[in-house]
Nanobody, 117 residues
């Protein structure tokens, strides 16, 4: 099992920045990829960004490219999401997730990000 705990959400004005953290514990040696997803009220959960735990390859949704940066610190088993130039449409609950094989099968509890206009 893998346990994930997010932190770093909050309220920020449009154009501002936030950094989210996701601390992983448990069988972290089984993780291949970790990712960030978000869910706005009344909408489906969407992919935001992902990072390969071995080679740090990164992937981004088009909507956040150039504004968000995903990174990881293997020594701390922690993943980060640096969010710059935030927009009101970035408002959502942000979830981190871990993938062992073909799907994300471990999820955190989520952290709220609210961007005011």
């Amino acid at each position: 099992q893998v346990q994930l705990v997010e932190s770093g959400g909050g309220l920020v004005q449009a154009g501002g920045s936030l950094r989210l953290s996701c601390a992983a514990s448990g069988r972290t040696n089984r993780i291949n990829d970790m990712g960030w997803f978000r869910q706005a009220p009344g909408k489906e959960r969407d992919f935001v960004a992902a990072i390969n735990w071995s080679d740090s390859s990164t992937y981004y949704a088009d909507s956040v490219k150039g504004r968000f940066t995903i990174s990881r610190d293997n020594t701390k088993n922690t993943m980060y999401l640096q969010m710059n130039s935030l927009k009101p449409e970035d408002t959502a609950v942000y979830y981190c997730a871990a993938k062992r094989y073909s799907k994300y099968d471990f999820w955190g509890q989520g952290t709220q990000v609210t961007v005011s206009s």
